[in-house]
C-alpha cells in the first residue's frame, strides 16, 4: 500500500511533468531523439512526383507500370534514464535538492518518451547497481519510475559512474538513447568508460548541481561535510583566498567535464537547483535540433 502522501506527491510531479511533456512532443522532441532506421512498408502505383531512385523494377516489369518501394521511418525509440542516487545528490540549498531535481526532469524525459510510444528503463547506482527497471510502455509505468525515483533508498553513498556505464553496456546491447544523470562528482577514470557507450548508444549527459557547489558565501567559518566519504572541514568563508580557491576548483572540474563530453561528442545539459528546468530543455531541444539539421 502506497501512503497517502507519497501518491499526492507522485500526482504533482506527474501533472507539472506531463504538462511540459506534452509542450516538448508539441516542438522538438520527436525530430532531436531518431529511431532506428527506416523498414520497407509497401510497393504501390508510381505517383507524380516520386523519387525514380525509388521504382521497384522487377515489380514494375511484372505488372507493366511503373511501381515504387515505400519505407517508413522505424520511429520506436528505448529511452534508458541512467541516474546517481549517491548521497551528494541530497544537497540543494535553493529550494530544491539535486535529487528532486532529477525527479522531475527524468519524469518530463520519461513522459516525452512514452507519448511518442517508446520504452522507458531506469537504471539508478550509487557506487554500486541499485535498482534496475526494464524499458516498458506507458503511463503507469513512468509513475512506477517517479516511485522508484521518489522512494529508492540507495545503500551505497559513494559514486562509481564506471561502474554503471560498464553494467549498462552489458545490459543494453540494442542501440537507444540514454541519458546519465549525474552530478559527475566522480574521481574515477569514468571518462574512458564513457567512450564504448557514446559509440553504441545516443548518449547525453545530464549534469546536475548547485550554487553553492560553486561559490561560498561569506558567512564566517563553515564546517563542511563530504556526503559520500564523511571527511569533515572546516573552512573560513570570510577569507577572499579560501573563496578564490573554492571557486577556482570547482571551474577545474566543470573545465574537465565540458572537455570530456566534448571530445566524445555527447551532447551536454547543464540543469541547477532553483533554476526553471523546463526552460533548459526545450532550450538544449532546441539547440540539438539546429545541430541535426546542419
Not at 554500486?128 to 525515483?149: A, S
Not at 546491447?173 to 568508460?193: E, H, N
Request: hydrophobic share 40%; aromatic share 6%.
Amino acid at each position: 500500500m502506497i501512503p497517502t502522501e507519497l501518491l499526492q506527491k507522485i500526482r504533482r510531479i506527474q501533472i507539472r511533468t506531463s504538462r511540459a511533456a506534452s509542450d516538448m512532443l508539441a516542438g522538438q522532441y520527436h525530430s532531436v531523439f531518431k529511431g532506428r532506421g527506416i523498414e520497407f512498408e509497401e510497393v504501390r502505383a508510381y505517383q507524380f512526383g516520386d523519387d525514380v531512385r525509388s521504382i521497384d523494377w522487377n515489380v514494375t516489369a511484372r505488372v507493366g507500370d511503373p511501381h515504387v518501394k515505400v519505407f517508413r521511418e522505424e520511429r520506436e525509440l528505448t529511452v534508458m534514464l541512467l541516474v546517481d542516487v549517491s548521497a551528494s545528490l541530497g544537497f540543494g540549498t535553493r529550494s530544491q535538492t539535486k535529487r528532486e531535481l532529477v525527479t522531475e526532469a527524468c519524469a518530463t524525459l520519461a513522459f516525452s518518451a512514452i507519448g511518442n510510444n517508446d520504452k522507458v528503463g531506469l537504471l539508478l547506482f550509487s557506487d554500486r547497481i541499485e535498482r534496475f527497471v526494464p524499458p516498458r510502455k506507458g503511463t503507469q509505468h513512468v509513475l512506477r519510475v517517479i516511485r522508484e525515483l521518489l522512494v529508492h533508498e540507495p545503500r551505497g553513498n559513494g559514486t562509481d559512474l564506471t561502474m554503471a556505464l560498464e553494467h549498462f553496456q552489458k545490459i543494453q546491447r540494442r542501440r537507444c538513447t540514454a541519458f546519465l544523470v549525474s552530478d559527475f562528482i566522480d574521481g574515477g577514470t569514468w571518462p574512458r568508460a564513457i567512450a564504448p557507450v557514446r559509440r553504441r548508444h545516443d548518449l547525453v549527459a545530464i549534469d546536475v548541481h548547485d550554487l553553492r557547489e560553486e561559490a561560498l558565501p561569506d558567512v564566517g567559518m563553515l564546517e563542511i561535510t563530504d556526503a559520500e566519504t564523511g571527511e569533515i572541514a572546516v573552512v573560513d568563508s570570510s577569507s577572499a583566498t579560501v573563496r578564490a580557491g573554492w571557486a577556482q576548483m570547482a571551474q577545474q572540474l566543470e573545465d574537465e567535464r565540458v572537455s570530456t563530453f566534448r571530445r566524445h561528442r555527447i551532447d551536454r545539459l547543464s540543469l541547477g537547483t532553483g533554476d526553471d528546468f523546463i526552460d533548459e530543455l526545450r532550450r538544449f531541444f532546441k539547440q540539438r535540433e539546429a545541430r541535426l539539421a546542419r
